[in-house]
Structure formats: C-alpha cells, structure tokens
C-alpha cells in the first residue's frame, strides 16, 4: 500500500453541516477535566510556597522566607542527604533482589518457578504500613520477634538487628519495592531475543563476553529505568519514613513535610517549599525514564516471535536458587502475615511462647467489629475505590484515543498533563490539594469530593498507561471501517473502541482499585472523621499503640484484599484480559 | 457516475513535513465500472482513495457521486465519511474481532441513518453473506475466521448497506499468491453481476489488468495515464507507466531526418542500429525518444527470418521459469530481454536473430 502514510493522520474529519457534534462535547470535556485535576493544584503549590502561614488573627502575604528557611540551613542539606541515602539504598536494594531473583526465574532452570512468578504478585497486594508494622514486629529492638529469638538462641547481649535505622528503612522499603524491581526486569529479560546473544556466542564469545557485551548492553536502558522508577517510588514513599524514620529521629523529605503540616501553627509554606524539592527531584527521575524507554525502543529488543529462551542449566545449585525463593516468599509474605496474625490473637502484644499461645483471644477482631464506623469506613473506601477506578477509566479511554488516533495540535501537551501526577508524591498531592482547597472555598473540603479528586489525580497517569497499551493496538481501520459503515463518532467510540479496548480497561480498573484501596499518603492530609478509609485507621490505631487491635484488621484487610484481588482476576479472565 | 476534479491532498508526515500525497488528480467513473489506481508504494492511490471515503480532508478539489457533492473546496463542502454511504474494504479487513460474522456484517445497518426492521437486517445480512458464501458460517466468531473469509467477510460488510460507490484498499494484498488468484476472479464475477462502480487501490499491476475496465497509473502523487488495461499494456504513455506496467526494454535513440512513411512508420537511430517503429503520435527529425518493447515481442529465431527490423546477438544469459524461458541477448553492447516458449533450446554463447515487429514498438516521448 501507499506506505507514506503515517499513523497520526486525521482519523475522523470535522462531522458536516448537521450542526452540532457530540465528539468536540466530549473531548472538551475531558481535556478541561484534566486541566483542571492535573495542573491547577500544582500551581497553587507554588504559590502557597511563597506564602506566609495564615492564622486566625494575621493573613497570609508574600514571602521567599519559607524557601529561606527549607533551603538557608544546614538541616536541610542533611535532609536532602538523608533523603538521597535512603532513596538510593532502597532503589539499589530492591533492584539487585528483584534482578536476581528475575534472572533465576527467566533464564535459569530453578525447580518450580513458575509458581514462584505466580506469589511473586502477592506482596504487591500488602499495603506498606502493614508491612512496615509487620517488619517492627519482628524486628525491632524491644519486641521485635526475630532479635528475641536470636538473643535467647545465641546469648547475645545486644539486639542483633534495630529496625529504627538508615538501614532498617531501606531493608523495609527495599524489601516492599523488591516485587516491582522483579516484574520489570523480569519483563526485560524476557523481551530479548535470544539469538542475540546466541549469534555472539556463535561467533565465539564465552559467556563473560556475551553477558558483559551484548546482555548487559541490551538492557542496559531497562536496567537505569528501572533504578530510577525504584528510586523515585523510595523517595516519595511514606510509611516507612514515618513509622521506622521519625522515631529515630531520621528525616526525609516527605516525613519533614507531614511534620511542617502537622505542627501548629500549620507551616503550610515551609511543607510547601520542601514539597518543590521533592516534586523536582521526582520530576527529573521521571523525565530520565521517559527519555530512557524512548531510547528503550530503539534498541528493538522484541522480536514477537513466540521464542523460549535458552536456560542455563544450573546443576545441583539449582536447590540453592530454590532456596533463595523459599527464603525470600518467607520474608516478604509468610514473617510478615504470621506476626500480624499472631499478634491479633493476643490481649497485649507479646512475643510468641508457651505462655502466650494459652492466652489466645479473639478479642481484637471484636474490638475491631464494634469499631465505631467500621461499616462507614469500608463503605468510604469500597465507594472511593470504585468510583476512582470507573472514572479514571473512563477519562484517560477518551485522553488517550485524542493522543493516539487523532492528529489535534497540542495532544502532546494533553498526555503530559494527564500524566503530570505521576511525579507527585502521594503526600505532595495531599497537599497540594488540601491548599488549593482551603483557598478557594468551593464546599469540597473535608469532604469525601475531596478523596475522591485526590485519588482520581493520583492514578490518571497509571490508567493512562494501561488503555494507552490497548489503544495502540487497535488498527486504525477498525476505527475507519465503522465511519464507512456510517456509524457515528460517538457510535463508534461506544461499540467499537470501547469493546476492543476492554481487555486493557479491564485490567486497569482492577488495579487502580486496588491501588485506590490501599492508598495512605495522600488521604492523611485530606481525611476528616466522617471520611476516614482503612488505612487511616491502621495509622490511627499505630498512632495510639493499639498493636494487637491494628494487627486484627490488617489480617482481615489482607484477606479481603486478597479476595478482591481473586475475584478481579476471575472475572478478568472470563472477560478476556491478557495477563 | 463519480467525478474526482483537480483533487489535491497533503499531511503532515510524521517527521513535520508537508507530504504531497495527491497532486492535481482529476478522473471520472462511469455507473457500474470498476476503476483502478495502478501504482508504487507512496504515490498517492490510497491517499486518493481515502480523500474519496472522506478519511483525509483534500486540500482543494472535488469529488462528486451521482451528482452529490460530497467535497467542494470552492463550495466549502465536506461531507464527513459516515455520511458519505460508501463502501469501503481495507487493506486489513478491520474485521471488529469482538464481534460474530453476522454482527460485522449487520453493523452498518445498525448505525446507519434508515432505521431498519430487524426482520430487514437479518434479511439483507443473509443475503449478503450468501453471495459471499459465508452464510454457513454466520455465528462463528468473526476471529476464527481465514485470511480468505475475512476479506469476503469485510466485503460483505461494504456491500450490506447497497452503497452507490464501492471503496476497495489494497483488498489481496493480505493474502498468499494461490488464494490472491482465486479471490480475484471472485471479486470480479461479484463487481460484474452487482454492476457496483468499484474505485480499487492496488500495486498489483497483474490484479489491475486482470480485474479493471479501467486503470489510472499513478507516479509521485499525479495520475500518468488512463486507459484500458489493453492500452496501458500495449500503449503505455510515459516510461514509467512502460517500466511500471510489466517489463520493457528501453532503448534510447533519435528520430531520423525522414518523415512518417505513409502507413505511420517511423525510423529511431540507437545504439543497437536503426529500428523501424510505427508511432501515431507526430515527431520530429532529431527528437529525442525511447523506444518501449515488452520482452515477450522480441522474438528470436536461431536461423535468419525474413523481413526488417533484423540483428545478430548472442545469447549471454537463459533463466527458465516453466511455462517461458526468459533470454538475455547481446546485440553489440546491449543487452535485449526476451521472454520465449521454452521449445527454443538455443545454448549459452550460441549466435541468435533478434528482430522487433514495429507494431510492438512504442515510441515514448523524452519528457
């Protein structure tokens, strides 16, 4: 065919004469929509950075003093170092476990790995402030199950492990993000083609040069991207700075800016101007993948050949790789659920013993069930969940049909907007937000509208991803062929993209939901009593030291996560989602 | 019946550049022909055709179907393609995979501005699969189906809705060389019996010839020539559409002080000596021109023939192909194509009579 003619060209010109088009309705729409969602709050953050605290008695005026403040003194440069250590040891952390363990899965012959790929998921479903109360359990230096034990069996004197450190932050949070690191390198293995590297074998390379001269240097731009995305992750992550961090008094940026927002008076400003920082740090990780997986695609590692690679027979080390497995699922799902569930069947904490397993009690979950607004605070939750999911959906379908089939000047510009949040840290958008509606006053704060546009912002650019995917996917003709048969643009939108893109849709429902449900960082700025969610009460209950009462419903939010999770999957694959 | 004026269309190409796709292409189809856009990748077939289905907005222009504008630029008219009532069938099929056959056929009923009756729809569908010989398969899930049985399937979908104007992109092209074979004389008997005027985009000069009552050659976006399969073949107009359109031995020369004998015959001087040739067009002494022959009219003999337009080579190269045996001679420096019965058992190296029929000769004109 006349090949020239590229994929972005007009797809549907203007409708006729016939007056008025519906599609111009919808898309402008959507485009105000994420205008609104996306920029706006931004821009007020940076003009609050510049703005004294307001109390009852002075107003707020200009000032550059919060930037003085945040960045004239030595506290700061050791916050931004503290900030960088810990992010950077995270990101290492997590990358060299999940490489490994991803190299194991893909090219070695491990015994049953393949379920090991299959629970590799499930850490994923835990939410990070159980996991970081789980990892106190066991290791902290007072209670903490593992140093107890490693005292009463060694004698040791001292604990051998304090969880309150530099180094018990990013083994937590290194361990939590290790599932991620897995999946994308594990993706990046299994993208390559392996006669790549079979030709330099050919050609006589041994297997250091293979590896050092064509592996690494094929996934080289994966390896950096996925650095960088842990880096970021670590960086604006919260739960463990907050819970591990701040006890021992080690600062990062998002701990600094949840303590600037909760002193009194509220030093919104100074939180502000850390917020900049942090959100210009995420900005460039952020920048550097995008220009990495652009770069990514031009070394055409994807063959789409349904090719199995070659497996490195590992011998009777193979036991050993499995091992690894076993130890690790141990660490990451097995510890860390048995100490929640052992905990929540105890009056008071205590460590497991012959004594304390004659005090077994289900006090806890009936403390739990009489919770005043238990059934209020899933409701918020389930409701918030559903209502992100279906309407981030729904939004990014039609974002991403104007940037991928649609040849309208400046669609550019509507994917970066839509996909701006994503260098917000969840605690940055709370904030965000939280001024920007305390400024201007349209009924929303406090209010559960305000959840709602927080999370909606927050996952715009994931579920932009996802329809993004299938939208590429579908052919242009499919689309064309539905206008020659006379359909309209909405018809077509309605019965031929939005089916196709189902599959895509699907998927991304079922995890901005899940992500939805477990979301903390941004709700703890923005929650009031009425409009609390499940994590924030596992935060509260950690704030009052109700350990065993906190322990009990984390076991049941696990469980019905997981449930949740089974479900979606379920109904995913009646409904034809490709894993 | 469909009348395309001075129709210019561009786009903006991926890289930001202006790409002149369709550049002063006029042409006209009567009721019931089928028209072809003969051409090479990028010249402009598709974007013409899709500039027809209204997919591409021309930049100036019109195209007028049954005396409905449908695209004026003088006018200000531009009717969008939903509202054209075309058929059209493409490259790809776009077959909806989430729908069954009977669904892709019966969707352009369904949108379609005339509400129809479901009695009616079930009706026309059938009928139309029917002539596409898919009514068995009507249930089945329109993704199980063969390459074959797509491209009926996306055929019987641009048929359903009666269309004035059938649209058809490239529509063998998906599928392999026997099936490609088989589809072509389906897609004309059904052309032929439904009188459907048919606009059909191809690269395929065999499917051209094979299927057209009519081609447009078309060369960086302009239309070289129209004509009948036969005239393009065997009178084509510019080098291209000679080199192009089968394959040609072109031979460069000049046109001899003498004028036109009186039966048209006119005598080219080149470099392999001077050939007699039978032009209708005027020329003059000294123009330059090119001399067009296909390689099935070199005939050769292994003894001296009689008549003119006679020489001596040497065969340099034999490819046998089955059913011919295609000849490479040297007729001094020049090497000659012939395309020969394979019962012609002349060796490599052995001496062979070359001798043109003037009337196969094509005098082209040296733009």
């Known amino acids: 065919m006349s090949a020239a003619i590229p994929k972005e060209v007009v797809s549907q010109p203007v409708g006729d004469a016939r007056g008025f088009d519906w599609k111009w309705i919808v898309i402008g729409a959507c485009v105000a929509f994420t205008v609104y969602i996306a920029v706006i709050p931004l821009g007020f953050l940076f003009w609050q950075s510049f703005r004294t605290p307001q109390t009852a008695a002075v107003d707020s005026v200009f000032t550059v003093a919060n930037y003085a403040t945040a960045y004239g003194s030595s506290d700061t440069w050791r916050l931004f170092w503290t900030s960088m250590q810990f992010a950077s040891g995270t990101a290492l952390f997590a990358f060299v476990l999940g490489t490994a363990l991803a190299w194991m899965n893909e090219r070695t012959n491990t015994p049953f790995k393949s379920v090991f790929f299959a629970l590799a998921v499930i850490p994923l479903i835990i939410p990070g402030i159980l996991f970081t109360v789980a990892w106190i359990l066991l290791a902290s230096p007072q209670i903490g199950i593992i140093n107890l034990v490693m005292q009463n069996w060694l004698g040791l004197e001292e604990p051998p492990f304090d969880i309150y450190s530099l180094r018990g932050m990013i083994w937590v949070d290194g361990l939590h993000y290790s599932p991620m690191a897995f999946l994308l390198m594990s993706a990046a293995f299994r993208a390559m083609d392996p006669s790549l590297e079979e030709s330099a074998t050919m050609s006589g390379a041994n297997i250091f040069q293979v590896a050092r001269r064509v592996t690494l240097r094929l996934t080289w731009p994966a390896i950096v991207a996925t650095i960088l995305i842990l880096f970021v992750r670590a960086i604006e992550s919260f739960e463990v700075p907050a819970l591990l961090g701040l006890p021992a008094g080690i600062e990062v940026f998002t701990s600094a800016i949840y303590q600037a927002v909760h002193r009194y008076p509220s030093q919104v400003g100074l939180a502000s101007a850390y917020a900049v920082a942090l959100l210009l740090i995420t900005t460039g990780g952020v920048y550097w993948v995008s220009k990495l997986s652009g770069r990514g695609s031009q070394y055409a590692t994807m063959t789409g050949k349904g090719f199995r690679p070659r497996q490195i027979d590992l011998g009777g080390w193979r036991w050993v790789t499995a091992a690894i497995f076993v130890v690790y699922f141990l660490l990451i799902v097995v510890l860390p659920f048995a100490v929640l569930l052992w905990s929540s069947f105890q009056r008071f904490y205590a460590v497991p013993s012959m004594e304390a397993l004659q005090n077994l009690t289900l006090d806890s979950y009936r403390f739990i069930l009489d919770y005043p607004n238990l059934t209020r605070t899933i409701w918020n939750s389930v409701v918030l969940a559903v209502s992100t999911a279906t309407i981030v959906m729904l939004v990014t379908s039609v974002i991403c049909w104007i940037v991928v089939k649609t040849s309208i000047p400046g669609r550019w510009l509507l994917d970066g907007m839509a996909s701006l949040p994503i260098v917000f840290p969840g605690l940055v958008l709370g904030l965000a937000i939280m001024v920007f509606y305390l400024n201007v006053d349209i009924g929303v704060y406090g209010t559960i509208w305000i959840m709602l546009i927080a999370y909606v912002t927050r996952f715009m650019p994931y579920g932009l991803r996802y329809t993004t995917t299938s939208m590429v996917q579908i052919h242009k003709e499919l689309e064309e062929s539905a206008a020659m048969s006379g359909a309209s643009w909405g018809t077509t939108f309605r019965r031929i993209i939005l089916p196709l893109l189902k599959p895509g849709l699907l998927a991304g429902w079922i995890y901005v939901m899940i992500v939805s449900i477990r979301e903390l960082s941004t709700s703890i700025l923005l929650y009031s009593p009425d409009t609390q969610v499940m994590s924030i009460v596992i935060w509260e209950l950690w704030e009052n030291g109700q350990y065993v009462e906190l322990s009990a419903l984390g076991v049941l939010f696990i469980i019905a996560l997981f449930v949740l999770v089974l479900i979606a999957q379920w109904l995913g694959r009646k409904y034809g989602v490709k894993e | ?367």
């Not at chain 2, 289905?53 to 009717?79: C, H, K, M, W």
């Open chain 2, 1 to 367: 019946m469909l009348t395309v004026d001075g129709l210019f269309t561009e786009y903006a190409s991926a890289g930001g550049d202006t790409v002149k796709a369709a550049q002063d292409v006029s042409f006209t189809v009567d009721e019931g022909q089928l028209f072809t856009l003969l051409g090479p990748s990028g010249c402009g077939k598709t974007t013409t055709l899709r500039s027809i289905a209204g997919l591409e907005r021309p930049r100036q222009g019109s195209i007028t179907v049954n005396d409905r504008v449908v695209y004026s630029s003088s006018a200000g008219v531009f009717v969008s393609p939903n509202q054209r009532g075309f058929g059209m069938v493409f490259q790809s099929y776009a077959i909806w995979p989430h729908m069954n056959v009977f669904q892709n056929a019966a969707f352009p009923l369904e949108v379609g501005g005339r509400r129809y009756s479901r009695q009616e729809i079930r009706d026309n569908v059938m009928q139309v699969l029917t002539a596409v010989q898919l009514d068995q398969l009507a249930d089945r899930n329109a993704t199980t189906l063969s390459g074959g049985q797509q491209q009926r399937l996306a055929l019987a979908r641009a048929l359903v809705m009666k269309p004035a104007l059938l649209l058809l992109d490239e529509p063998l092209s998906n599928l392999d060389a026997k099936l490609r074979e088989k589809m072509r004389f389906e897609l004309k008997r059904l052309q032929r019996e439904l009188k459907i005027t048919t606009v059909y985009v191809t690269h395929d000069q065999g499917e051209a010839l094979a299927l057209s009552h009519e081609i447009a050659v078309m060369h960086e976006g302009r239309i070289q020539q129209i004509g009948s399969p036969r005239d393009i073949y065997e009178r084509p107009a510019t080098r291209f559409v000679a080199d192009f359109v089968g394959s040609s031995n072109f031979i460069d020369g000049t046109v001899t002080g003498a004028a036109a004998t009186p039966d048209g015959c006119v005598v080219v001087r080149t470099e392999i000596g001077d050939v007699t040739v039978r032009s209708l067009q005027s020329l003059v002494a000294d123009e330059r021109v090119g001399v067009s022959v296909r390689p099935e009219d070199v005939e050769l003999t292994e003894d001296r023939p009689a008549g003119g337009n006679v020489w001596e080579g040497r065969v340099d190269q034999k490819v046998f192909l089955g059913e011919a045996v295609e000849f490479q001679v040297k007729v001094g420096a020049r090497t000659l194509l012939s395309r020969r019965h394979p019962t012609l058992r002349t060796k490599i190296g052995d001496a062979i009579f070359v001798q043109l029929d003037p009337e196969k000769c094509v005098v082209l004109k040296v733009a």
